[in-house]
């Protein structure tokens, strides 16, 4: 491992990047997320459009157990209409654990392709991480998305003038002058809460990400050694497969969540 192990952490911890509109953009983040994307839509969608009533393919009664888990999910946390928040909750469940599922690929699958390819001279100067979800800009992405569906779902409960007079009224409810005076206080308070949401969903999938994938990095370095060989063998399957409870209970939390955001700004204070 030329350089090191600290040399090979740094290599993979670099995003290939290109500039849009004078601004970075990481391009190995956006075109993995945007494949994994499509796959969803295309599997989930093939599947639904050749649903019968009779008895399912194997492919059909796991779509179909995907969609119940996460329909009896919601309406265990949601008592409003569905229609709209089962299939969101779908799609970010099945998105996030396509995104984290990506950490389970070789660290160095990319370079040995670019390498069998190109070359290794390229290959040392190629940049290209697979979890999307281990970039602070894709949680952010999602949970901000996140963040204005529960803004709209707000006004659509209450109106704009109900979700203005919450934000300025609770939680501390006053009558007279004291209303009043309270309101900057209210403000400030709702604000926080409402900006506290996206970041703690962002922050928390982007730690257990970012910290598995360093994880997997450290425990390559183990394997550059015929004296730690066997061990690193030993140590990367055991994290593989204590991995795969953290990729689908994260996705769980980021889901789970969601829908009880969703749920609390529908709610009257």
């Given at each position: 491992m030329a350089g090191g192990l600290n040399e090979y952490i740094k290599h993979h911890l670099t995003h290939n990047v290109t500039e849009v509109s004078g601004q970075p953009f990481h391009f190995d983040t956006w075109a993995v997320s945007l494949v994994l994307g499509l796959i969803f839509i295309l599997w989930f969608g093939f599947y639904a459009r050749k649903a019968t009533a009779g008895v399912p393919s194997k492919g059909q009664a796991f779509v179909e157990m995907v969609v119940e888990f996460i329909d009896g999910q919601v309406k265990d946390t949601f008592h409003g209409n569905r229609n709209s928040v089962t299939p969101l909750a779908l799609t970010i469940f099945m998105w996030v654990v396509f995104m984290n599922t990506m950490d389970l690929i070789p660290l160095?699958?990319?370079?040995?392709?670019?390498?069998?390819?190109?070359?290794?001279?390229?290959?040392?100067?190629?940049?290209?991480?697979?979890?999307?979800?281990?970039?602070?800009?894709?949680?952010?992405?999602l949970s901000v998305g996140v963040f204005f569906i529960l803004i709209g779902h707000a006004i659509s409960a209450k109106g704009v003038g109900g979700f203005g007079k919450e934000l300025a009224t609770a939680p501390f409810h006053a009558h007279g002058f004291m209303q009043i005076v309270l309101i900057p206080v209210n403000l400030l308070m709702n604000v926080i809460e409402w900006l506290v949401k996206p970041i703690?969903?962002?922050?928390?999938?982007?730690?257990?990400?970012?910290?598995?994938?360093?994880?997997?990095?450290?425990?390559?370095?183990?394997?550059?050694?015929?004296?730690?060989?066997?061990?690193?063998?030993?140590?990367?399957?055991?994290?593989?497969?204590?991995?795969?409870?953290?990729?689908?209970l994260q996705a769980f939390i980021f889901m789970i969540l969601t829908v009880v955001y969703i749920a609390g700004a529908r709610e009257h204070h």
């Open positions: 160095d699958l990319p370079g040995t392709l670019v390498t069998a390819t190109q070359g290794a001279e390229v290959a040392e100067h190629s940049y290209f991480r697979l979890v999307p979800t281990a970039d602070l800009n894709t949680t952010f992405a703690s969903l962002a922050m928390r999938l982007f730690g257990n990400m970012y910290g598995g994938e360093l994880v997997f990095m450290l425990i390559a370095g183990l394997m550059t050694s015929w004296a730690t060989f066997v061990p690193g063998v030993i140590a990367n399957a055991a994290w593989g497969i204590f991995h795969i409870l953290i990729i689908l």
